[in-house]
């Protein structure tokens, strides 16, 4: 028997008992007559005295991080520790067996606030795993996950595995693509999401599954964005509207935050906004509801102004209540972030003093008319700064929104603990590609607002889908949609973005086949796991929740992925490489 107890779970009613514990050592302070050892396992940590002459030359051997065994007897400590849950008493050894050594030089200090370079830690990552708040995190992710699994089952949802060796399918992202050794020259790819095999099941007649899925795209990686491979709690109902989705989501999310967070979490029904409309208020899809700061048209505003860099622009304003306060050096700072993180041209600025009159920046361009139109129509009052953002529309708003992130961040506007929910609707169904051909938006297999008609009458740019975003703190934290369950109308959708019936079956020939068989009406949505899980434990980055991820380049350090391979395991799978 290696413990009795775990070292997190003796107390003072166990003083005079003895034990058997077993864990790593996190400091071994010798004192001259007497050596002190904090023994660490994933519960807590016990102090462990060791003042037997013996035993003390075996100690003085130990080394940080080893991981050892000891028998001893629980007293009461008489300088007690307030700061750990085990400091009404320590343990006076009788035994120590190294159950396994560590070497003298670790590569990092662990349980320390010391900067690590990220790539060491992932290379050391069985180590880096011992951090206490990493480790933590790893058992909060396993907590999350049992409770989404609880609380779909109590929702009466089935939980259904899909293939992870499946078809490639344009989903948004690059495939993984893996060699067929039995069928030469054919491929399987992981999938991006298990998308056409849950609406296979609704075709089925399951009415409503859900699985914690695997899913793999080729997509760059972010803070918030673990490359290569993630997991979403996938849902799909048959017979089921958006509001059906909406309802799910309501009950499922707010309650999995507030059982693991102290945080204010906002109860459904969550805030509803036009994908126009949020790009309009925000400039990004994504809002921080937090962030108490609009953008505003004020094109027409403009329309005559002498100030040259406004002339036939798009013209954003974000208004700053109480923004006449910062200094030069504030202003001079957001333009220089401006320029150099959005790739805008420039920032104009003004403000507003104490007196209602407007000073710095372009102030002098901004005429009585146009000052008593701030006021009246969008709410410019004395003490206010103005941010003033001018390009051709799409990238005036881009670049807006990101302004207006950055002021929230910079003037500490942020609400602070705090979940905020809202769903982004109304996706347009397609959008323009940088060929600018028409291209899918969203997500391909959505049913567009207008059923066929509109497909068949309406400018493809103008039409909406039934597709929907949850966001939270701006964070993009679910994605679904109102399936397109009729044959007709999918040939149609497709054959808008440039896909030929031909192509379709071959492509999508399962579901395609599928939709002549009774297809209910069926929509679903797919929250990111990673993403919820990085929120709830408040990190700013997604690898701090993922026991085993990737670097910034998509390389796993630990395992040394991806690595080359032998001549014979690609001569099995009919691969011949050419690195020219």
Same mark, same amino acid.
């Given at each position: 028997?290696?413990?009795?107890?775990?070292?997190?779970?003796?107390?003072?009613?166990?003083?005079?008992?003895?034990?058997? =514990?077993?864990?790593?050592?996190?400091?071994?302070?010798?004192?001259?007559?007497?050596?002190? #050892?904090?023994?660490?396992?994933?519960?807590?940590?016990?102090?462990?005295?060791?003042?037997?002459?013996?035993?003390?030359?075996?100690?003085?051997?130990?080394?940080?991080?080893?991981?050892?065994?000891?028998? @001893?007897?629980?007293?009461?400590?008489?300088?007690?520790?307030?700061?750990?849950?085990?400091?009404?008493?320590?343990?006076?050894?009788?035994?120590?067996?190294?159950? @396994?050594?560590?070497?003298?030089?670790?590569?990092?200090?662990?349980?320390?606030?010391?900067?690590?370079?990220?790539d060491l830690r992932l290379?050391?990552?069985?180590?880096?795993?011992?951090?206490?708040?990493?480790?933590?995190? #790893?058992?909060?992710?396993?907590?999350?996950?049992?409770?989404?699994?609880?609380?779909?089952?109590?929702?009466?949802?089935?939980?259904?595995?899909?293939?992870?060796?499946?078809?490639?399918?344009?989903?948004?992202?690059?495939?993984y693509l893996v060699p067929?050794?039995?069928?030469?020259?054919?491929?399987?790819a992981l999938p991006q999401?298990?998308?056409?095999?849950?609406?296979?099941?609704?075709?089925?007649?399951?009415?409503?599954?859900?699985?914690?899925?695997?899913?793999?795209?080729?997509?760059?990686?972010?803070? !918030?964005?673990?490359?290569?491979?993630?997991?979403?709690?996938?849902?799909?109902?048959?017979?089921?509207?958006?509001?059906?989705?909406?309802?799910?989501?309501?009950?499922?999310?707010?309650?999995?935050?507030?059982?693991?967070?102290?945080?204010?979490?906002?109860? @459904?029904?969550?805030?509803?906004?036009?994908?126009?409309?949020?790009?309009?208020?925000?400039?990004? !899809?994504?809002?921080?509801?937090?962030?108490?700061?609009?953008?505003?048209?004020?094109?027409?505003?403009?329309?005559?102004?002498?100030?040259?860099?406004?002339?036939?622009?798009?013209?954003?304003?974000?208004?700053?209540?109480?923004?006449?306060?910062?200094?030069?050096?504030?202003?001079?700072?957001?333009?220089?972030?401006?320029?150099?993180?959005?790739?805008?041209?420039?920032?104009?600025?003004?403000?507003?003093?104490?007196? &209602?009159?407007?000073?710095?920046?372009?102030?002098?361009?901004?005429?009585?008319?146009?000052?008593?139109?701030?006021?009246?129509?969008?709410?410019?009052?004395?003490?206010?700064?103005?941010?003033?953002?001018?390009?051709?529309?799409?990238?005036?708003?881009?670049?807006? @929104?990101?302004?207006?992130?950055?002021?929230?961040?910079? =003037?500490? =506007?942020?609400?602070?603990?705090?979940?905020?929910?809202?769903?982004?609707?109304?996706?347009?169904?397609?959008?323009?590609?940088?060929?600018?051909?028409?291209?899918?938006?969203?997500?391909?297999?959505?049913?567009?607002?207008?059923?066929?008609?509109? =497909?068949? &009458?309406?400018?493809?740019?103008?039409?909406?889908?039934?597709?929907?975003?949850?966001?939270?703190?701006?964070?993009?934290?679910?994605?679904?949609?109102?399936?397109?369950?009729?044959?007709?109308?999918?040939?149609?959708?497709?054959? #808008?973005?440039?896909?030929?019936?031909?192509?379709?079956?071959?492509?999508?020939?399962?579901?395609?086949?599928?939709?002549?068989?009774?297809?209910?009406?069926?929509?679903?949505?797919?929250?990111?796991? !990673?993403?919820?899980?990085?929120?709830?434990?408040?990190?700013?980055? #997604?690898?701090?929740?993922?026991?085993?991820?990737?670097?910034?380049?998509?390389?796993?350090?630990?395992?040394?992925?991806?690595?080359?391979?032998?001549?014979?395991?690609?001569?099995?799978?009919?691969?011949?490489?050419?690195?020219?």
């Open positions: 028997m290696y413990r009795t107890k775990r070292l997190g779970e003796l107390r003072i009613e166990n003083v005079g008992e003895e034990v058997e =514990l077993s864990g790593w050592i996190q400091k071994n302070r010798n004192l001259g007559g007497m050596i002190f #050892i904090d023994l660490r396992d994933e519960t807590g940590i016990t102090q462990i005295v060791v003042n037997n002459e013996k035993l003390q030359e075996k100690a003085k051997e130990l080394t940080t991080e080893s991981c050892i065994h000891i028998v @001893g007897n629980v007293v009461e400590r008489t300088s007690k520790n307030p700061k750990i849950a085990t400091g009404d008493i320590e343990v006076i050894a009788s035994e120590i067996e190294v159950l @396994g050594k560590c070497k003298n030089m670790l590569p990092f200090e662990i349980n320390t606030e010391q900067d690590v370079r990220e290379e050391y990552r069985f180590l880096d795993l011992r951090n206490e708040k990493l480790h933590n995190n #790893i058992l909060l992710r396993s907590k999350i996950l049992k409770a989404l699994r609880d609380k779909m089952d109590e929702l009466g949802f089935t939980e259904i595995q899909t293939p992870i060796l499946a078809n490639s399918s344009p989903e948004g992202a690059r495939d067929s050794r039995l069928n030469p020259g054919e491929f399987y999401a298990p998308q056409q095999f849950k609406q296979l099941l609704m075709v089925s007649g399951f009415d409503r599954y859900f699985q914690i899925a695997p899913c793999f795209r080729d997509e760059d990686p972010r803070a !918030d964005r673990a490359p290569g491979e993630f997991y979403q709690l996938d849902f799909e109902m048959s017979f089921a509207t958006q509001e059906d989705v909406f309802k799910v989501l309501e009950d499922v999310v707010p309650y999995v935050f507030k059982k693991f967070t102290d945080w204010k979490v906002d109860e @459904g029904p969550f805030v509803r906004l036009p994908y126009r409309e949020a790009m309009e208020k925000y400039g990004i !899809d994504k809002p921080d509801l937090r962030n108490p700061l609009i953008i505003q048209d004020v094109t027409e505003l403009f329309k005559d102004t002498d100030f040259n860099a406004f002339k036939d622009k798009t013209i954003k304003a974000i208004i700053v209540p109480n923004g006449a306060e910062q200094g030069r050096k504030f202003f001079d700072k957001m333009i220089d972030f401006a320029v150099q993180e959005c790739e805008a041209k420039g920032l104009a600025w003004t403000k507003i003093n104490s007196e &209602n009159v407007y000073e710095g920046g372009i102030a002098k361009f901004i005429t009585d008319d146009i000052k008593s139109e701030l006021f009246e129509k969008f709410g410019a009052k004395e003490n206010a700064s103005i941010f003033f953002i001018a390009d051709e529309f799409e990238k005036a708003q881009k670049i807006a @929104g990101l302004v207006r992130i950055e002021l929230g961040k910079r =003037l500490d =506007l942020i609400e602070k603990n705090v979940y905020k929910f809202c769903f982004i609707v109304d996706f347009p169904m397609y959008e323009l590609s940088d060929e600018g051909t028409i291209d899918f938006s969203h997500n391909p297999f959505s049913m567009p607002q207008g059923g066929l008609e509109a =497909l068949e &009458n309406s400018n493809p740019l103008d039409i909406l889908a039934y597709q929907y975003d949850l966001v939270c703190n701006g964070y993009e934290m679910a994605s679904g949609a109102v399936r397109n369950h009729n044959p007709e109308i999918m040939i149609k959708a497709f054959e #808008i973005a440039g896909y030929e019936e031909d192509e379709i079956k071959n492509r999508f020939g399962a579901l395609y086949n599928a939709f002549q068989y009774g297809t209910p009406p069926h929509a679903g949505a797919a929250p990111g796991v !990673d993403r919820m899980i990085m929120l709830i434990a408040d990190s700013q980055n #997604i690898r701090e929740i993922i026991a085993f991820p990737k670097n910034k380049r998509a390389r796993d350090l630990l395992m040394s992925a991806p690595s080359q391979v032998s001549e014979q395991q690609l001569k099995d799978v009919h691969i011949k490489l050419d690195l020219k």
